[in-house]
Nanobody, 119 residues
Framework: QVQLVESGGGLVQAGGSLRLSCAAS????????MGWYRQASGKQREVVAQ???????NYADSGKGRFTVSRDNARNTVYLQMNSLKPEDTAVYYC?????????????WGQGTQVTVSS
């Protein structure tokens, strides 16, 4: 079984910063893509940022210039640095990893971490 454990969410004022972390563990051979999604109350889950094993990144327009995704391949860990946070960034943030593991190719999710930005 592959597990993703997130940390770093919380309450912050508008304009502030937070750093999310997500560590993958289990019988992992390789991780093709790691990323972050978010789901605000009453809305669908949406992609925030993704990063490939080679370091190529992709960002949703909402986070460009404010969010930075990075990963530590040796630790199977992905990070999301969020700066200049806005109230509309309030959501549950989920880590995602597309892994080659002992169970084959799979799409795995963390349990989610709440980010609340107050105005």
């Amino acid at each position: 079984q592959v597990q993703l454990v997130e940390s770093g969410g919380g309450l912050v004022q508008a304009g502030g910063s937070l750093r999310l972390s997500c560590a993958a563990s289990g019988k992992i051979f390789s991780i093709a893509v790691m990323g972050w999604y978010r789901q605000a109350s009453g809305k669908q889950r949406e992609v925030v940022a993704q990063i490939s094993g080679g370091g190529s990144t992709n960002y949703a327009d909402s986070g460009k210039g404010r969010f930075t995704v990075s990963r530590d391949n040796a630790r199977n860990t992905v990070y999301l640095q969020m700066n200049s946070l806005k109230p509309e960034d309030t959501a549950v943030y989920y880590c995602n990893a597309k892994c080659h593991s002992g169970y084959g190719l799979g799409d795995y999710w963390g349990q989610g971490t709440q980010v609340t930005v107050s105005s």
